[in-house]
């Protein structure tokens, strides 16, 4: 399952630093060059990548967190109208977009969780340090962060909540970085399901083997056990014949 928390708090309304030299020569920046709207393509495309039936979830979240889909990767108009949906407004709050995430996997039994959060990282750090926790230590989620425009305050927050917990992060400044960094997103996430999809057959195929080698050892210790006592019968029934003589 994929967990996508998407920020689109008032900064992702703005460009990305290292295209806002072209607003320079135009009086209008183009929807490329602004965040929130690079993200909502960038993530269409990604999820498209995907197998159809792929579980994906995905949240919305200023100030506070919104559910805007949760269902199978094929289902791309219902995707892509649900991010259409999304507008910048607000502040951020990543401790209650975690939690949010934590909540809605808890308990749901099915593809690996991994969180993949997209944000500035200008959220308060203990809340989130607390949320992260929860979804690393207590529900076996990963997290892989794309800290957009990093500045002092989202590289604390990385080196803070991301790295201490195992997560992986990018750093993007441009449209084309956070393209770069997605598909190496997802193409991490193929590859660790593929692993984790090959230990757990692994795993059964080696407990089918002990299974099988406990039925067999069982099976001469019970048949070693029965020509045992025959062959006590018969010993003492010798030695009561020789004991009447």
């Not at 602004?34 to 990548?49: F, M, Q, S, T």
Request: proline share 2%; hydrophobic share 40%; net charge negative.
């Amino acid at each position: 399952m994929w967990i996508i928390l998407l920020d689109h708090s008032g900064s992702m309304s703005e460009p990305f630093a290292g295209d806002r030299d072209l607003s320079v020569h135009r009086t209008r920046t183009t929807e490329s060059a602004v965040k929130l709207e690079a993200a909502k393509e960038v993530l269409l495309a990604e999820i498209g990548r995907l197998e159809d039936q792929f579980p994906v979830v995905i949240f919305g979240f200023t100030s506070h967190p919104t559910l805007l889909y949760d269902g199978e990767a094929g289902r791309h108009q219902d995707i892509k109208a649900a991010l259409d949906s999304v507008r910048a407004n607000d502040g951020t709050d990543i401790a209650a977009a975690l939690d949010a995430a934590a909540g809605h996997n808890s308990g749901r039994q099915g593809a690996i969780p991994r969180i993949l959060l997209i944000s500035d990282g200008k959220s308060d750090r203990v809340e989130a340090k607390r949320a992260a926790r929860r979804c690393v230590y207590e529900l076996s989620m990963g997290i892989h962060f794309i800290l957009i425009d990093p500045t002092e305050e989202g590289e604390a927050f990385v080196k803070e909540v991301v790295e201490p917990l195992g997560g992986t992060w990018d750093s993007v400044k441009k449209r084309e970085e956070l393209e770069t960094v997605a598909r190496g997103a997802t193409d991490q996430y193929q590859r660790d399901l593929a692993r984790a999809e090959a230990w757990a057959r692994q795993a059964d195929q080696e407990a089918e083997q002990v299974a099988h080698e406990v039925q067999d050892r069982q099976a001469v210790q019970f048949t070693a056990c029965r020509n045992n006592i025959s062959c006590l019968g018969i010993r003492h029934k010798r030695r009561l014949i020789v004991e009447m003589r």
